[in-house]
């Protein structure tokens, strides 16, 4: 089964019928527009702190339960929880999370290398440009609601960067939709920075995603948003401008 069967199939099975509903109408008419942004593991970098202290290791199997009730919290959107579960179910290498004290897992983020290029084009259908062999990918990104402010996520997406030393990855790369701020925030303070722009469009259940250089006016944006201070030395990790239509009806 397909990712977007899978995450169509346990909504409709959940009783979410609104949320596949909005999706079909996203697919008729949208667009959008995200951060690409890198993380050089060459560069200093001082790991954040979190309000409790965390270990990482990766998922295991009795994790997914703990991590993934969606009872935990009703207000989380179910096509969230959906889409982490189809991570799970397709296997993609290799999900890490953060564990609290007594182990229970807190975070959950994917890092994915260059190797794996074939399996993240399968399943997310061209929503990232393929990695080189120097690059590795952070997606998938999700806190437990009942560890939410502790400032969990900027430590633990750091960590699980620097794992990446291990794939021979100097760069790490994740996406996130430009009206996310608290997730930009987060990625800030893990030592992200931006270097592309991916649209995306929908236009009659047709996708189209194309990827840009980061233009100056986003990149201000981006540093006002977050709070930070604009890095003056540069030498971001830089792709040209790509273009990919996927193939219809994926991801919902």
């Known amino acids: 089964m397909s990712s977007k069967l899978f995450?169509?199939?346990?909504?409709?099975?959940?009783?979410?019928?609104?949320?596949?509903?909005?999706?079909?109408?996203?697919?008729i008419y949208s667009h959008?527009?995200?951060?690409?942004?890198?993380?050089?593991?060459?560069?200093?970098?001082?790991?954040?702190?979190?309000?409790?202290?965390i270990q990482i290791r990766p998922l295991r199997k009795e994790d997914t339960a703990d991590l993934l009730d969606p009872a935990a919290n009703p207000s989380i959107n179910p096509r969230i929880i959906a889409s982490q579960q189809s991570m799970v179910y397709a296997n993609i290498p290799t999900c890490y999370v953060a564990v609290a004290a007594d182990d229970k897992p807190c975070y959950m983020q994917w890092l994915i290398g260059y190797n794996e290029n074939h399996e993240?084009?399968?399943?997310?259908?061209?929503?990232?440009?393929p990695?080189?062999?120097?690059?590795?990918?952070?997606?998938?990104?999700?806190s437990h609601p009942a560890y939410r402010g502790l400032r969990i996520m900027p430590r633990a997406m750091a960590l699980i960067a620097e794992k990446a030393v291990d794939m021979n990855a100097r760069w790490v790369n994740t996406f996130v939709d430009v009206t996310n701020i608290a997730s930009l925030k987060g990625c800030q303070r893990s030592g992200f920075k931006p270097f592309l722009l991916r649209k995306e469009r929908w236009f009659l259940f047709c996708r189209t995603i194309t990827f840009h250089p980061i233009s100056e006016s986003m990149n201000e944006m981006f540093f006002q948003v977050t709070d930070s201070e604009r890095d003056k030395?540069?030498?971001?990790h830089q792709i040209l401008m790509t273009n990919h239509t996927p193939k219809v009806g994926e991801h919902i």
């Open 7 to 27: 995450n169509a199939f346990q909504l409709i099975r959940k009783g979410h019928f609104f949320v596949v509903i909005e999706e079909l109408r996203k697919r």
């Open 32 to 53: 959008s527009i995200s951060f690409g942004l890198q993380r050089d593991l060459k560069n200093e970098f001082e790991t954040p702190s979190a309000k409790i202290e």
């Open 120 to 129: 993240t084009e399968k399943h997310f259908q061209g929503a990232f440009p």
């Open 131 to 142: 990695l080189k062999k120097s690059e590795a990918l952070l997606e998938g990104a999700y």
């Open 233 to 236: 030395t540069g030498g971001n």
